[in-house]
């Protein structure tokens, strides 16, 4: 089992940023891929960014590329998402999640184990 912890959310202005952090418990975290997920009232859950084991290999969702950046340290277990000129769109709750899937996806099934998430809402 991994434990996933989000912390960071918040309430921020548009054009603000906000640092998400998920730390992981329970097994070796450089044996999973990470992502982080949102999802807003009444959508489904969707793929923000992801990062590979080892931290080389990264993916964004076109939305929020340019404006986010996935990061892991891997002796801290943990994963951040620092999130830079955000929008009223970006409002969601955010998820982490890890896969011991190789490689990164974009596909919320192939993810073991899921943080409880954690709200940001993006409003002036």
């Known amino acids: 089992q991994v434990q996933l912890v989000e912390s960071g959310g918040g309430l921020v202005q548009p054009g603000g940023s906000l640092r998400l952090s998920c730390a992981a418990s329970?097994?070796?975290?450089?044996?999973?891929?990470m992502g982080w997920f949102r999802q807003a009232p009444g959508k489904e859950r969707e793929f923000v960014s992801a990062?590979?084991?080892?931290?080389?290999?990264?993916n964004y969702a076109d939305s929020v590329k340019a404006r986010f950046i996935i990061s892991r340290d891997n002796a801290k277990n943990t994963v951040s998402l620092q999130m830079n000129s955000l929008k009223p769109e970006d409002t969601a709750v955010y998820y982490c999640?890890?896969?011991?899937?190789?490689?990164?996806?974009?596909?919320?099934?192939?993810?073991?184990?899921w943080g409880q998430g954690t709200q940001v809402t993006v409003s002036s």
């Open positions: 999640a890890a896969t011991s899937g190789v490689g990164i996806t974009i596909i919320p099934g192939r993810y073991d184990y």
């Open positions: 990062v590979s084991r080892s931290g080389l290999s990264k």
């Open positions: 329970g097994r070796t975290f450089s044996n999973y891929a």
